[in-house]
């Protein structure tokens, strides 16, 4: 494990798909409206209720770096936002699920972090930074592209990242040391899912816990 701004993190060795389902904000191809999902990928899962979403806060950042929240409507299996402005923008959130507990284990503080960046996905424009728990970022290498997960805007070594691929197949990686994971090369829509595990108990809504994990989406589309 490590400490990161004071906050114990724990490293896990182990390497697998993430399963379950994740909150994706998933923009349409003009950048306009954008459809969140919470399912095992980008399309809407019609056998999940929705509305264990509907305490998500999200925020649109302009190309200019001006900040404004969103609202959404509710359809049937997801939510539909509007996406003002022209330009790479970036929209991101927050969801506290809340305390969960399986079997004897202990009980967790489950937050999810979910973002989309229209346009641009390697601009600087689409890194929120240090304001951020957890953050991905698609950072471009020589016509490639790798994801960097952030916390509090800092690199995490050893997080378990899941890459669904422009083809839809889906990637298990683990970051290195800067907090990147390998090189994809294919152009096409990503969404990438990131986890990190604090070591640290508290109370939410009247529930205790003992532990926080945190997950961190990111949809975006990566031209060579």
């Not at 990161?4 to 993430?18: P, R, T």
């Not at 999902?37 to 001006?66: H, Q, W, Y």
């Not at 994809?184 to 809504?205: C, I, M, Q, S």
Request: aromatic residues 8%; contains cysteine; glycine residues 8%.
């Amino acid at each position: 494990m490590f400490r990161l701004a004071g906050i114990v993190v724990i490293g896990v060795l182990a390497v697998s798909v993430a399963q379950g389902h994740f909150p994706y904000i998933v923009p349409d191809e003009k950048g306009t409206t954008a459809q969140v999902v919470f399912s095992d990928d980008l399309k809407p899962d019609p056998n999940v209720n929705i509305e264990k979403l509907a305490a998500t806060k999200l925020t649109l950042r302009d190309v200019t770096g001006k900040e404004m929240p969103l609202e959404w409507k509710k359809a049937d299996h997801w939510y539909s936002i509007e996406l003002p402005g022209s330009g790479t923008r970036v929209v991101y959130g927050r969801t506290d699920y809340g305390v969960l507990q399986k079997g004897d284990a202990k009980p967790f503080l489950l937050i999810y972090f979910p973002k989309a960046v229209v346009g641009s996905a390697t601009a600087k424009e689409a890194t929120i930074g240090e304001k951020l728990p957890l953050e991905v970022v698609a950072v471009k290498t020589a016509g490639k592209v790798k994801f960097q997960v952030l916390a509090l805007g800092k690199p995490v070594a050893d997080s378990e990242v899941t890459v669904i691929l422009p083809d839809s197949g889906k990637k298990a990686v683990k970051t290195d040391k800067e907090g990147l994971t390998p090189e994809f090369d294919n152009p096409g829509r990503y969404a990438v899912t990131a986890k990190l595990v604090e070591a640290r108990g508290g109370e939410h809504a009247g529930k205790r816990f003992e532990e926080v994990r945190n997950y961190a989406t990111l949809v975006c589309d990566v031209n060579r």
